[in-house]
């Protein structure tokens, strides 16, 4: 899988967009962008993912870049419950058997309030 | 539906001590998956199953042992228990291998 390069920290003012980078400048045409975040002591959650084209769910939008070298996650409306660790991962899709996830160590993102 | 669910949420064990952590999830999901989380290391892959009957070894299967005798069970079990396994332990389960992972809310494991 591809290396992937995140900022270790970020802030953020509740109620503006949280707009957070990550750098996948080795992926291969087959390996799609994943986020995940981690609030305080929970278990990882899935946010998004995409393979060229942008994407958005009611969570969050995906903007990838149009060579795919960097990506960037985008949280609309950023509230206090979003204060996580948000981890960048690229990863192959390809049907069946076991597909590695590599978890980094994220972006630690805080809402100010 | 509970999702997945991890037993015990808390535990200490002395060292040379042996326990199991159960993980279970009500999905269907064919793949199950334990991870540690240490600080500042992300999350490591120890053991992950493929399917009821199989298990695999990931990153850090060392010291650690597990069985999937029914599909929605995935068991971890520690023979005998290092302050090097004091860790958070989460579980995840995924439909097949490629498809975006559903975590448990994580077993804190204490080691002394």
């Known amino acids: 899988d591809a290396k992937t390069t995140q900022p270790p920290s970020m802030d953020c003012a509740e109620g503006r967009a949280a707009n957070l980078p990550c750098n996948h400048s080795t992926i291969s045409g087959n390996e799609y962008v994943y986020w995940y975040r981690q609030i305080h002591s929970q278990g990882p959650q899935y946010i998004i993912h995409?393979?060229?084209n942008n994407e958005t769910n009611e969570m969050a939008s995906l903007i990838i870049t149009e060579d795919r070298k960097s990506s960037t996650l985008i949280l609309p409306h950023a509230t206090l419950r979003d204060t996580a660790v948000y981890y960048c991962i690229v990863r192959v899709v390809s049907g069946g058997g076991y597909q590695k996830v590599t978890f980094g160590t994220g972006t630690k993102l805080q809402v100010i309030p | 539906n509970a999702g997945v669910t991890q037993t015990p949420k808390f535990r200490v064990l002395k060292t040379g001590q042996s326990m199991t952590l159960l993980c279970a999830q009500d999905m269907n999901h064919e793949y199950m998956y334990w991870y540690r989380q240490d600080p500042g290391m992300g999350l490591r892959l120890i053991h992950y199953s493929v399917g009821e009957g199989t298990t695999a070894k990931g990153e850090v299967p060392d010291g650690y042992n597990v069985s999937r005798l029914k599909k929605q069970n995935f068991l971890l079990g520690l023979e005998s228990a290092a302050p090097s396994q004091t860790s958070v332990y989460f579980c995840?389960?995924?439909?097949?291998?490629?498809?975006?992972?559903?975590f448990g809310p994580g077993t804190r494991l204490t080691v002394t």
């Open positions: 995840a389960s995924s439909y097949r291998g490629a498809y975006e992972q559903d």
């Open positions: 995409g393979l060229k």
